[in-house]
T-cell receptor, first 114, second 113 residues
């Protein structure tokens, strides 16, 4: 069936390096893609989203890239800090923007080494 | 402070008992959602509600029930019909037209023994 998936379950980076977290999706009809950060034992926190008609969107220290040709989404974190250690979840919103059907991937655990 | 509150944080129940998880928000959001998260897995949608007195089944609604009598509240009941209820349950809310910016509660970890 259709799903959202992440390439790697765990990513380990050195403090100060840039991190790139990847996600593959299969549903071309999705109009929104979202990245969430989830710390241990807590609920996900919204990081950044991108509409399907965009290729790139930048936030504070984060950039999301969307490649619709290969159905690939990535989250880039600049100058990774220990506080960035968490599980990162990608999600797609299928259908119209107010249906509430966010489909989540399994998550990538980012470990930041001091 | 505005936010979304789930209670309790940890919940233990015996097999065969129904249990209700609380979710309250004071963000004036129209839409509310319940997700289930299993270890190493993403979130799966159980139920969602876009307006008071209305709700729709998500992808894994079997064995669960909800109500939406007030805008602020969206309780989830895990019934004895749910075959594998032990999980981390997350409630979220959003403005009706901004589901991509859903705010999540801190979750309830339910353990059925």
């Amino acid at each position: 069936g259709e799903s959202v998936g992440l390439h790697l379950p765990t990513l380990s980076v050195q403090e100060g390096d840039n991190s790139i977290i990847n996600c593959a999706y299969s549903n071309s009809a999705s109009d929104y893609f979202i990245w969430y950060k989830q710390e241990s034992g807590k609920g996900p926190q919204f990081i950044i989203d991108i509409r399907s008609n965009m290729d790139k969107r930048q936030g504070q220290r984060v950039t999301v890239l969307l490649n619709k040709t290969v159905k690939h989404l990535s989250l880039q974190i600049a100058a990774t800090q220990p506080g960035d250690s968490a599980v990162y979840l990608c999600a797609e919103n299928r259908g119209s923007s107010n249906t509430g059907k966010l489909i989540f991937g399994q998550g990538t655990t980012l470990q930041v080494k001091p | 402070d505005g936010g979304i509150t789930q209670s309790p944080k940890y919940l233990f129940r015996k097999e065969g008992q129904n249990v209700t998880l609380s979710c309250e928000q004071n963000l004036n959001h129209d839409a509310m959602y319940w997700y289930r998260q299993d270890p190493g897995q993403g979130l799966r949608l159980i139920y969602y509600s876009q307006i008071v007195n209305d709700f729709q089944k998500g992808d894994i609604a079997e064995g669960y029930s909800v109500s939406r009598e007030k805008k602020e509240s969206f309780p989830l009941t895990v019934t004895s019909a749910q075959k594998n209820p032990t999980a981390f349950y997350l409630c979220a809310s959003s403005m009706g037209d901004r589901v991509s910016e859903a705010f999540f509660g801190q979750g309830t970890r339910l353990t059925v023994v």
